[in-house]
């Protein structure tokens, strides 16, 4: 009964286990399929990502916004949940560069803020300086708290320092003069000279001219015109309108008269405008994709699929711990149950052999009184049975059927009940083969059962297999069956 009560726990626990565990989500592959298509697309998008290829820029961007809106966070590990927000926060940081959409920097910040809690700081910080950096540079753009913008520009640039990326840290000194300190023109100058001349950033000489010619450093502004070529085919157009621009720009300082610059000048800012304008219309268009409730949605669905995952983790694990608890106690028990028990049939199988031992004791007597009378009446004497041993000769020296009985309840007993649902569970077991099962138990051999029970060894052979044919034909040694029988239907 015990044992079914341990095996009933263990497939109900494993049942358990069965049908929940398919209920936790681990991930989903099509959410995987889109975060791997949206950072195909992001680099797409960057590798262009100027106003001279605007239309085709912000095609990829859109296109990895949509993937990545698309991606599940609930169905992502963590890690790829991670890569989720930071992909989200750089397409419409870049979205949002090319337009200068605060709505979209906005944005760009809040998956950036969500994305930094799970990076790795060694693993990931070329990322998070970047997005320290961007941070800073968009809270300056919305104009908000000052204070929070430095602060955010000197994380960024201690998180160069701690990789060692000196262009990087030159790159946020820019900024951080850019935004942060204006009025100083120098430093932002000497920043910008650092990053086109050691570093080869060619874009940055297009400030180091147009700050010249801010100040009317004509002369400086076209020393530095000369650098200004591409080195990446895909901003030569952008590096060529550029050009032209400056030059316009400076001949027009000079008071050079040239049609041809002053009408190339003036296409160029109809251009600019005319992007702006684009940029906005498109910025207005992403936004009307861009479902903030949704997004919120998702989180919360996300944060209530995380809480559920953690309560049936705990479930599962206190159901575990109880289960084996329950197993270790019954286990205890069933250990001293069965010393308990192997004490009773070592304490039976003694009492039974001392008597057997009386048994064989007064058979032996009863042959020597017995040899002793027929040596008389060979030496011609007619001697007469004592009346003592004409009254030994009538006892018996078998168990009679009070003490097999006995005996069999004292095995009943010690079993809890063992003997007796055995011959409930085969029923066509009748008396005598109940006192051979008995004796068997006890593990009386053939030579003991014929003594106890006045009976020949061919009478014990035959009781044998009489008692394996109304249990099971099949079983080959009927005495390990009975032995084995009685200890496992006690535990059951």
């Known amino acids: 009964m015990r044992r079914k009560i341990v095996v009933r726990i263990g497939k109900v626990a494993l049942m358990g286990l069965l049908f929940l565990l398919p209920c936790c989500r681990f991930g989903g592959s099509k959410s995987r399929e889109r975060l791997q298509e949206a950072e195909q697309y992001y680099q797409s998008g960057t590798s262009s990502n100027h106003a001279s290829h605007y239309e085709e820029s912000t095609y990829y961007l859109k296109q990895a916004e949509d993937a990545l809106l698309q991606a599940e966070p609930s169905e992502l590990q963590p890690k790829e949940q991670a890569r989720r927000n930071r992909l989200l926060g750089l397409t419409w940081f870049h979205l949002g560069n090319t337009s200068e959409s605060e709505m979209l920097y906005d944005i760009a910040q809040e998956y950036y803020k969500k994305s930094i809690p799970m990076l790795d700081p060694a693993e990931d910080a070329l990322f998070l300086t970047c997005a320290y950096r961007d941070i800073a540079r968009t809270n300056a753009i919305m104009g908000r708290d000052m204070d929070s913008t430095r602060l955010w520009f000197q994380k960024a640039a201690d998180c160069a320092d701690s990789i060692g990326n000196k262009m990087l840290k030159e790159d946020i000194a820019a900024y951080y003069y850019q935004y942060c300190e204006p009025e100083n023109k120098s430093g932002l100058l000497n920043a910008c000279r650092t990053l086109a001349e050691k570093y080869g950033v060619t874009t940055r000489y297009a400030e180091i001219i147009g700050m010249y010619l801010a100040i009317g450093e004509t002369d400086s502004a076209a020393y530095y015109l000369n650098y200004l070529h591409p080195q990446d085919s895909a901003y030569t157009y952008w590096f060529e309108q550029s050009y032209a621009y400056f030059q316009s720009k400076i001949l027009h300082q000079r008071g050079i008269s040239d049609e041809a610059y002053e009408e190339l000048l003036q296409l160029y800012d109809r251009k600019i405008e005319e992007l702006q304008r684009d940029a906005g219309a498109r910025t207005y268009a992403l936004s009307l994709h861009y479902d903030v409730a949704r997004e919120q949605q998702l989180a919360e669905e996300a944060q209530r699929e995380r809480q559920w995952q953690r309560t049936v983790s705990v479930i599962l694990v206190l159901l575990l711990a ?163 029988y009685v200890l496992r239907i006690n535990f059951h």
Do not use: C
């Open 322 to 484: 109880l289960t084996i608890t329950l197993m270790l106690v019954l286990w205890r028990y069933w250990q001293q149950r069965r010393r308990e028990q192997n004490a009773a049939i070592e304490a039976l199988q003694t009492k039974y052999r001392q008597q057997l031992q009386l048994a064989l004791e007064r058979l032996q007597q009863k042959v020597n009184l017995t040899r002793e009378m027929e040596l008389q009446r060979l030496r011609g004497n007619e001697p007469e049975f004592p009346k003592w041993l004409q009254t030994y000769r009538d006892e018996q020296l078998t168990m009679s059927k009070e003490s097999l009985d006995e005996l069999i309840r004292s095995v009943d007993n010690a079993l809890d009940g063992a003997v007796s649902r055995l011959q409930k569970e085969y029923p066509a077991l009748t008396e005598s083969d109940m006192q051979f099962a008995i004796l068997s138990i006890i593990g009386a051999s053939d030579s003991d059962m014929g003594i106890l029970l006045n009976v020949q060894k061919q009478t014990i052979y035959h009781r044998r297999q009489i008692v394996r044919k109304h249990v099971n034909p099949d079983i080959e040694d009927i005495d390990s069956w009975l032995q084995a």
